[in-house]
């Protein structure tokens, strides 16, 4: 139900969009929306209503995608919607690092078996090669960094709120950090809507006015 929820508001806020370099990340919200979906059948496979093998290759998507795309996808949205200047030197940078993370976990998932289960009502995904700290750490830094990093307020302000939920959920659900964020994340995503519906993602010039809040 929710990956609906959020999938109808990430086709309107395709809608939404008039300018080509902000397409990718208006498209965030439709993305998640899929991404929900697949770890939907992830639970249908735990709780035995889909083949083993379907099961296991809607958990190979899912963490795929959640370790290895959303770390080179986010900070590409935004670079590509950030003006010229320091700035999207430093988003390009973490961009290249997401590539780099996503490279890796393509290995990793490819190369070692991820597995799947349910503790306390979430799911917990394991791959020898993505469970480290320094994986984590670049995770965090691509994916939430440039959000941070980025001119445009609605993008920081997302950005920010990511960083939050990153720290709640290690705090509560650490052990199941890969689901319970993406959950949020998804969630989250549906501000974007908002702020493309009511023009407060501008890509001229940030000499040209102040961005509006």
Same mark, same amino acid.
């Given at each position: 139900?929710?990956?609906?929820?959020?999938?109808?508001?990430?086709?309107?806020?395709?809608?939404?969009? +008039?300018?080509?370099?902000?397409?990718?990340?208006?498209?965030?919200?439709?993305?998640?929306?899929?991404?929900?979906?697949?770890? @939907?059948?992830?639970?249908?496979?735990?709780?035995?209503?889909?083949?083993?093998? #379907?099961?296991?290759?809607?958990?190979?998507?899912?963490?795929?995608?959640?370790?290895?795309?959303?770390?080179?996808?986010?900070?590409?949205?935004?670079?590509?919607?950030?003006?010229?200047?320091?700035?999207?030197?430093?988003?390009? @940078?973490?961009?290249?690092?997401?590539?780099?993370?996503?490279?890796?976990?393509?290995?990793?998932?490819?190369?070692?078996?991820?597995?799947?289960?349910?503790?306390?009502?979430?799911?917990?995904?394991?791959?020898?090669?993505?469970?480290?700290? +320094?994986?984590?750490? #670049?995770?965090?830094?691509?994916?939430?960094? #440039?959000?941070?990093?980025?001119?445009?307020?609605?993008?920081? @302000?997302?950005?920010?709120?990511?960083?939050?939920?990153?720290?709640?959920?290690?705090?509560?659900?650490?052990?199941?950090?890969?689901?319970?964020?993406?959950?949020?994340?998804?969630?989250?995503?549906?501000?974007?809507?908002?702020?493309?519906?009511?023009?407060?993602?501008?890509?001229?010039?940030?000499?040209?006015? #102040?961005?509006?809040?």
């Amino acid at each position: 139900m929710a990956a609906g929820a959020i999938g109808l508001v990430g086709l309107a806020t395709l809608r939404k969009v +008039s300018a080509v370099p902000a397409v990718l990340f208006a498209a965030t919200p439709l993305l998640f929306a899929l991404h929900q979906l697949t770890e @939907g059948f992830v639970w249908l496979g735990l709780d035995g209503r889909i083949r083993p093998e #379907a099961r296991d290759h809607f958990v190979f998507l899912f963490v795929l995608y959640a370790q290895g795309v959303l770390p080179l996808l986010m900070p590409l949205a935004v670079y590509l919607m950030e003006p010229p200047g320091r700035r999207r030197l430093l988003i390009g @940078g973490l961009t290249a690092v997401g590539g780099a993370l996503c490279v890796y976990t393509l290995y990793g998932v490819i190369a070692f078996p991820t597995t799947a289960r349910v503790e306390h009502h979430s799911i917990v995904y394991d791959n020898a090669a993505t469970s480290w700290l +320094s994986v984590a750490a #670049a995770y965090v830094l691509a994916t939430c960094g #440039a959000l941070v990093l980025s001119w445009h307020r609605v993008v920081m @302000g997302f950005g920010i709120l990511n960083f939050v939920g990153v720290a709640v959920t290690l705090i509560v659900r650490g052990y199941a950090f890969t689901s319970v964020w993406c959950h949020y994340a998804a969630v989250l995503s549906v501000l974007i809507f908002w702020q493309f519906h009511k023009g407060h993602i501008d890509l001229r010039d940030p000499n040209s006015r #102040a961005l509006t809040a």
